[in-house]
């Protein structure tokens, strides 16, 4: 095997945007090592402008006629793009977000840079890998980069704290995951890449061993995932660690556990897929029901926003359970908006800390006399993401449920329904709050409200990040075709789902939408997901 | 050693040959290299010590021993004999257990890197695949001998010495493994007879010398720092920290640590000898002097010589950097423990790095004086 | 049965013996020094277990990184640490302790039963080889190039990390912990002597 044959049969081009990443990376690490502080000055610009070009270089893979690539470690086809484009933008906004915070706290930016932007890269090649040891790898790149992250803080007990925890938890349920992918590289006679586990286990499928390696490897992506009960951790380190990380957290580290888990269960464990089905089933109940009635209880914003990000995360979780295109499609398509409307709330909540310091619930009492841009934009969030039209978290619920509930997942779809209601009054109280407040009732924090002014370093990125979110959040669901083709293509391209999902008797055949009260209020997205369905079909 | 083809073969024949059954010839023949070897290295030690004293001396103008045997030559006996029969003591409050096991946890791995110290062709224990690298994994565990022996000693000078002493040679284990490195990707293998091998045919012009001239200094300063000698015997720098971890050791347990300390040096020597100075290979190249001479390879008695040649030469080889290591101890003034770690870590360890880089782009370049 | 397979029968009951012992020590002892050295001694075991498997390489690996590298790291956090705190006695550990062993014993007769259970798949063609270290070579740059390539990312970004970790911070003068620091005074006991004022070149103040 010469180089030139090995070259020609690794088709690197598949991770262009990845490569962009890495030199982007280390054009950041250098420059702040030659330069300085004074780098900080441009070095964020730097890490947007690549993370930009990456997403440009994931736009131009779209549609790849040879997606695998490195001798099947890694495939780069269309679900991975979306994924990938979904974890670059991420960072792109936490970048946005984190100038003026790294900035005021005192910290180096440049080697939070680096350190996000391997977070990012191992989460963008966790989302495409499809073999044990590229999945474990890109795993533990974005988990170290993580804990490094949430330690960054270092003179804040609260970041050592939080970082502590999630060290330990992480390393803990790597270790579950290490040990469920080494029993499945044994049972399938030593084949670490994901089909040919899937083939070695297929005789055995309903073996002890199989089983015990399914709930280890669920149990590793469920901690990604933050799904209960292997939420501990989440509520803690949300609320140490520095909030731009949180965010990344919460959107990025969790979209690349969603892939992971799509790709691993789909690919790895189609014998056993009414297990996998099952159990995560159970989590999605369990976090839809502890995330959104233990945020109810929470006086500090960012514990708020970490339980409500374990609901959320029980309600993606159903479009992954159903297991049919639909379902997949609406789960992409609420990560896309649920990456908006979470990293607009957090750039909302860290201006306000900016200002104020305090992140408590109560001190926002009366904000909207001081700062309405502020109110309406975390109002904005809050209410898109509790899911009320006709903002896109709205859309993004509606597209999740009605696909559960073509798919027969009634219970399911039920219990969402009901957990959003809930879910709808927390956030509402918030809002209620910033809003309603009469100018005697307002908090302390807020009458001593630092003048408005976006002069200082860093803040401008942060007023286009909040802007940008803004926007997206607000029209995302009422111009929202373009990203529903963008979805339903990529889950059409992919074929390993047509062996992997299992056959319902409610899967979308049938045009006449059922009669439903669900369907009844869907004035145009169902319908034309549907069509888009038909022509899967055809 | 009577052939210089197969020991092993022969010694198993003629024990056939007395009437033993082919399985218990083996048994008898399994522990006799290693004996030997023992025997060896700890010989090796007698002579290494006696030399120390005997050049110490000459540095400082003194005669050094003189009346214990001819030349004093039986000093470092008379010493061992003296230490064995020391009372061992293990002080109050000490640990005893690991206060026992320290010591040995820092000769074992030094002895068992014996193993693959080759003396010819076929005169080593075991010529096995990962060589050198066994070596470099073995004497990383002799730091946690250090740290339990420090511990355990329930002196703070102890523990200052044994944490010194890991901290140095965690340092400077990296710039010897890139030292070594750049040879392995010269010979193309870990095992230390294909390294000998690849520098065998020139005489002394094949030898590795020549093309890793800067390695060579790498693994000598970074062998040095291993075998904590002066300029950097730090863990052991009587005017700071008494005697370091040893401080609290008498008798057979510090003769352990004493033994161990030259059995390594000893060692490191012969790996400078076997990496970068042709091994056994003799600086002429003999095999081609004797074909034109028209002597049979296979002839028994030129297989003989041979193989007493390799074994004189690779001894000393290695004895002139012991002498080496000497002289530098006379010589250099020992070094600050931020000095020690400042040149491991920031200059050693890129200059190894430099070092490898660069070896890789002349095997490219130069595939046939590189080993390509 | 002939000598070699005597000898490996019998390295592998004492090699198994050994890091069961240990690991049992690591968990069960409580001086933490001792658990500590412990560990080492369970990773040499596991790296003779290696070695029985043919694995040469691995097992040297082993005993260089984890013994040589990740043992000696925590041996020296444990003995750099200087505090001595004597823990009060929790009031009815036994049960907690009770609990975790009912656990471990539980997951470990699951396991049991898995392991007894599952027809393992054992590849009929195993090529026998002389050097692993080749053939982990060639995998290495052929089909694991990309999570090879990528370790070293991971790693430049751990290197980075750990810097940052540990190096002094320098203490800004002018600008007070705003956000959401706490409102302590911001200082680390290895202050340097001359604080950097760094409102120069850093941004605030713009």
């Known amino acids: ?538 | 050693m009577n052939s210089g083809i197969d020991l092993q073969q022969s010694v198993i024949e003629i024990l056939s040959n007395l009437g033993l059954p082919p399985g218990v010839a083996k048994l008898v023949w399994l522990p006799l290299p290693m004996v030997l070897m023992l025997v060896t290295a700890v010989l090796g030690v007698f002579t290494g010590v006696w030399l120390e004293r005997k050049i110490s001396a000459a540095a400082q103008q003194r005669i050094g021993p003189e009346y214990i045997g001819p030349l004093g030559i039986l000093a470092p006996a008379a010493d061992g004999l003296k230490l064995l029969f020391k009372e061992d003591i293990t002080p109050g409050n000490a640990d005893a257990v690991l206060f026992t096991i320290g010591p040995a946890l820092v000769v074992i791995p030094v002895f068992l890197s014996y193993l693959v110290v080759p003396f010819g062709q076929n005169m080593l224990i075991s010529d096995l695949s990962i060589g050198v690298f066994l070596w470099i994994a073995l004497s990383s565990i002799a730091p946690i001998g250090l740290l339990m022996s420090g511990y355990a000693s329930n002196n703070k000078y102890s523990l200052l010495g044994g944490l010194r002493a890991a901290a140095q040679s965690i340092s400077y284990e990296i710039p010897l493994a890139l030292a070594v490195l750049a040879v392995v990707m010269m010979s193309n293998s870990l095992s230390t007879i294909d390294i000998v091998n690849q520098q065998s045919g020139y005489g002394i012009l094949g030898w590795n010398v020549w093309r890793q001239p800067v390695g060579l200094l790498l693994f000598w300063i970074a062998a040095l720092a291993e075998c904590e000698r002066l300029p950097f015997d730090l863990p052991e720098a009587e005017e700071e920290i008494v005697a370091g971890y040893q401080t609290e050791y008498s008798g057979m347990k510090f003769a352990l640590f004493y033994i161990g300390s030259y059995v390594n040096l000893v060692l490191s020597a012969l790996f400078v000898a076997i990496l970068y100075f042709g091994g056994w290979g003799f600086p002429v190249p003999l095999e081609q002097v004797a074909s034109l001479l028209g002597v049979s390879e296979t002839n028994a008695v030129f297989q003989v010589v041979m193989a007493a040649i390799g074994i004189v030469t690779t001894l000393l080889k290695a004895y002139f950097f012991i002498f080496l290591a000497i002289l530098l101890r006379w010589t250099v003034p020992r070094v600050r423990i931020d000095q020690l770690l400042d040149l491991g870590w920031k200059f050693l360890l890129p200059v190894g790095l430099a070092n490898l880089l660069l070896t890789a782009g002349l095997k490219l370049t130069f595939p046939f004086a590189f080993g390509g | 049965m002939n000598l070699a397979e005597g000898v490996q029968t019998i390295s592998f009951a004492l090699l198994a013996l050994m890091m069961i012992g240990a690991a049992l020590g690591v968990v069960l002892l409580d001086n933490i020094v001792y658990s500590a050295f412990l560990l080492g001694g369970v990773f040499i075991s596991i790296s003779g277990l290696y070695l029985l498997l043919n694995a040469d390489f691995v097992s040297a690996a082993q005993i260089l990184i984890y013994v040589g590298a990740v043992n000696v790291l925590i041996l020296f956090a444990i003995m750099l640490v200087n505090k001595r705190e004597d823990f009060s006695p929790v009031p009815r550990r036994w049960i907690r302790k009770g609990g975790a062993a009912l656990v471990s014993v539980g997951l470990f007769a699951l396991l049991g039963t898995m392991v007894v259970q599952t027809p393992w798949v054992i590849p009929a063609n195993l090529p026998a080889t002389t050097s692993t270290l080749i053939i982990l070579g060639e995998h290495f740059f052929s089909d694991y190039l990309l999570p090879f390539e990528l370790a070293s990312v991971l790693l430049l970004m751990a290197l980075v990390g750990a810097v940052v970790l540990a190096r002094r911070e320098y203490v800004l003068d002018d600008e007070a912990s705003v956000g959401e620091m706490p409102q302590l005074p911001l200082q680390l006991p290895e202050r340097p002597k001359e604080p950097v004022a760094l409102s120069g070149t850093s941004a605030p103040s713009r």
Request: charged share 10%; hydrophobic share 55%.
């Open chain 1, 1 to 538: 095997m010469d180089f030139a044959n090995l070259a020609s049969q690794l088709n690197a081009g598949a991770i262009l945007p990845e490569g962009i990443v890495i030199i982007t990376l280390l054009v950041v690490l250098i420059a702040d090592l030659i330069v300085g502080r004074a780098a900080d000055r441009w070095t964020p610009y730097v890490a947007i402008a690549g993370l930009l070009a990456a997403v440009g270089a994931l736009y131009l893979g779209w549609n790849r006629l040879e997606t695998v690539s490195f001798l099947g470690s890694f495939n780069s086809d269309n679900l991975s793009l979306v994924f990938r484009g979904i974890i670059a933008l991420a960072t792109v906004v936490t970048i946005l977000m984190s100038i003026r915070y790294v900035e005021q706290t005192g910290s180096d930016l440049g080697e939070y840079l680096t350190i996000l932007l391997s977070a990012t890269l191992g989460a963008m090649f966790l989302s495409g890998s499809e073999e044990l040891v590229m999945i474990f790898i890109s795993l533990e790149t974005l988990s170290i980069a993580s804990y490094l992250m949430t330690g960054y803080m270092k003179r804040d007990l609260r970041s050592n704290e939080a970082a502590l925890k999630y060290l330990l938890i992480g390393a803990a349920s790597s270790a579950i995951f290490l040990y469920g992918s080494s029993l499945l590289y044994g049972l399938s006679g030593g084949s670490t890449s994901l089909a040919g586990i899937a083939a070695g286990i297929a005789n055995s499928s309903q073996s002890l061993g199989v089983l015990i390696s399914l709930v280890f490897v669920i149990a590793g992506i469920s901690f990604k995932i933050s799904a209960v009960p292997f939420h501990q951790w989440t509520p803690d380190v949300y609320e140490g660690a520095p909030t731009p990380v949180v965010a990344f957290l919460s959107v990025a580290s969790k979209a690349a556990g969603f892939a992971l888990a799509v790709r691993f269960m789909t690919i790895a464990f189609p014998s056993v897929s009414d297990q996998w089905q099952f159990i995560f089933t159970a989590l999605a109940i369990l976090s839809m029901i502890l995330g959104n009635v233990v945020a109810i209880a929470q006086t500090s914003m960012k514990r708020m926003l970490a339980y409500s990000s374990i609901g959320q995360a029980g309600f993606v979780m159903i479009g992954f359970v159903i297991g049919t295109e639909s379902g997949y499609a609406s789960m992409l398509f609420y990560l896309l908006i649920y990456l908006f409307m979470n990293l607009g709330a957090f750039t909302c909540i860290i201006l306000f800390s900016l200002r104020t310091g305090t992140d408590q619930i109560s001190d926002y009492a009366g904000l909207y006399q001081k700062d309405p841009l502020l109110t309406l934009a975390l109002s904005i969030c809050l209410l898109s993401l509790g899911g009320i039209p006709p903002l896109a978290g709205f859309f993004g619920k509606l597209y999740l449920f009605w696909a559960g509930w073509q798919a027969g997942a009634y219970g399911l779809v039920i219990l969402g329904l009901l957990t959003s209601v809930v879910s709808i009054y927390y956030y509402i109280r918030v809002v209620k709050m910033m809003v309603v407040k009469e100018p005697q009732e307002m908090s302390e924090t807020i009458k001593n409200y630092p003048a408005l002014s976006w002069k200082p370093f860093g803040m401008r990125p942060l007023q286009v990040g909040l802007i940008l979110t803004l926007i997206t959040t607000s029209l995302a669901g009422i111009l929202s075709n373009p990203l529903f083709n963008l979805v339903n293509a990529s889950v059409a391209d992919v074929p390993l789902f047509e062996a992997a999902v299992p056959i319902r008797p409610a899967a979308p055949v049938s045009l006449q939408v059922p009669a439903t009260p669900l369907s009844a209020v869907v004035p145009q997205s169902a319908p034309q997901a549907q069509t888009l369905n038909v022509n899967l079909r055809s």
